[in-house]
């Protein structure tokens, strides 16, 4: 059985793989694709509470302080993720707290903006998260989503994460649930869900739509490598959702 994602990062290899794949550059899509619309659609961070669900390595939550951020709380489950988190946060103040996102509570009205960055696609139980972080915001707040677009989500086509992926399979596409992929050097359990599903969750929870994105690649990101720079604009890797407390 394919592990969650609250244990996957634990597992041996995982974290060393993940490690030696973010500082790639232009060849990976995290960074330029879905951080640069992260980036956009932020806005200004000066003075707000931040809350980030899934926070990783909180490297995102140490920008968000150099940004101006008043708080930053980051929740993640993996204690090796965790342990990373740490010493990026030393001497920029912030705060962690091991917890599966579905296990996490706070207060009412605590924060400014719930942030959750290619992490919500791990979770089941999608709407109730959802509607505890629409009482965890201000009447003001707001919420900043990303996961695995649906579109992959919804089929694996590798049978290893090491070769170059030239085509993509869409199977079920209409049928949500768990779909076991492969993913660094292991597999692990995604949480497949259709745009429609995404959007209607959180209008559900409470929150009206403010922008919708799918992270379409920028020619400047990449470096000057068109031959990367086209096959990035195949297929979308990723969806984001910016909402405002209705």
Excluded: K
Excluded at 5 to 11: C, H, I, T, V
Excluded at 179 to 204: A, C, I, K, N
Aim: charged letters at 20%.
């Amino acid at each position: 059985m394919s592990p969650e994602g609250d244990s996957f990062y634990d597992a041996p290899g995982v974290l060393e793989a993940y490690t030696a794949g973010r500082p790639s550059g232009h060849s990976h899509p995290n960074e330029v694709m879905e951080e640069p619309a992260v980036l956009a659609a932020l806005g200004d961070v000066t003075g707000l509470r931040v809350l980030d669900l899934g926070c990783g390595d909180a490297s995102f939550g140490q920008r968000l302080l150099e940004q101006g951020a008043t708080a930053y709380h980051g929740v993640d489950t993996s204690t090796r993720m965790l342990s990373v988190a740490r010493e990026n946060l030393v001497g920029r103040g912030g705060r962690l707290t091991q917890a599966a996102i579905e296990d996490f509570s706070a207060d009412d009205s605590s924060f400014d903006l719930v942030v959750s960055r290619l992490a919500l696609h791990y979770v089941e139980p999608l709407g109730a998260v959802l509607g505890r972080c629409r009482r965890w915001l201000d009447p003001a707040g707001h919420l900043l989503i990303t996961v695995v677009h649906p579109m992959i989500t919804s089929h694996d086509a590798r049978a290893s994460t090491d070769e170059v992926r030239t085509s993509w399979v869409v199977d079920n596409y209409f049928e949500s649930g768990p779909r076991p992929q492969s993913w660094l050097g292991g597999s692990v359990m995604f949480y497949h869900r259709t745009v429609e599903q995404y959007v209607s969750s959180v209008l559900d929870a409470g929150f009206r739509l403010v922008g919708l994105s799918e992270c379409e690649p920028q020619e400047s990101t990449f470096g000057g490598d068109a031959d990367e720079y086209t096959r990035r604009r195949r297929i979308p890797l990723f969806l984001l959702i910016r909402a405002a407390v209705a």
